[in-house]
């Protein structure tokens, strides 16, 4: 049973430039969300899909979009890179999105540098 | 606004030496608290998740129990692969998680 499945696992860009991270979700889940982790922080919640919408967002700028494909999997797109950027970006999927009994699982994030 | 604090940010425990990690928190509308496993370079893995004031879940050298304002993740004699940093989370009205900074524990053979 395959898990939450994040690539890549490392990028470098420079400030300014676009980046495109992808997620497939576990087995049988339908809800994605993004999530932030700067070093030494816990996750910060970016935004989270489910059946192909925005359901809730967190406190980050529109420089930060998402997408949701019809098998579930997630895209998230920053624009216009800065150094605050930096962190691992980590993935996490569930079935439905809140339901009672139902975590998230945690892909292993992608770890995004900007120079 | 939801808040989750977490003490201590590291611990350092000799290998059997039993302890316990506390995660307060402050949310409207409790829908759980969930604690997760971190090891370096790796995403959060699942542990536990608790509803109510009063429930309890084990699974090998860890207990996660509940109160109204807080949380305990209790670890009995450790061993060094528990070495990782342990985060809590809660999710309130909105269907996110609410993160703790997490605490680093560090079990030393």
């Known amino acids: 049973d395959a898990g939450v499945t994040q690539s890549p696992t490392h990028l470098i860009k420079t400030r300014g430039q676009q980046v495109t991270l992808r997620c497939s979700p576990k087995s049988g889940h339908d809800t994605v969300s993004w999530y932030q982790q700067a070093l030494g922080q816990g996750p910060q919640f970016i935004f989270q899909y489910y059946e192909e919408e925005e359901r809730q967002r967190g406190n980050f700028p529109d420089r930060f979009s998402g997408h949701q494909f019809p098998n579930y999997s997630s895209e998230l797109n920053v624009n216009a890179l800065l150094l605050g950027d930096s962190a691992l970006y980590l993935c996490a999927s569930s079935l439905g999105p809140g339901a009672r009994n139902q975590p998230q699982h945690f892909g292993d994030g992608t770890r995004l540098s900007i120079l | 606004e939801d808040q989750v604090t977490q003490s201590p940010e590291a611990l350092r425990l000799q290998e059997g030496e039993s302890s316990s990690l506390n995660c307060s928190y402050t949310v409207s509308g409790l829908r759980g608290l969930f604690w997760y496993r971190q090891d370096p370079g790796k995403g959060p893995e699942f542990l536990f998740t608790?509803?109510?004031a009063g429930e309890e879940k084990e699974k090998e050298r860890l207990k996660a129990t509940l109160t109204k304002k807080e949380s305990f993740l209790h670890i009995t004699a450790p061993k060094p692969e528990d070495s990782a940093t342990y985060l809590c989370a809660v999710r309130g009205g909105a269907n996110n998680l609410f993160f703790g900074t997490g605490t680093r524990l560090t079990v030393i053979p």
């Open positions: 608790l509803y109510s």
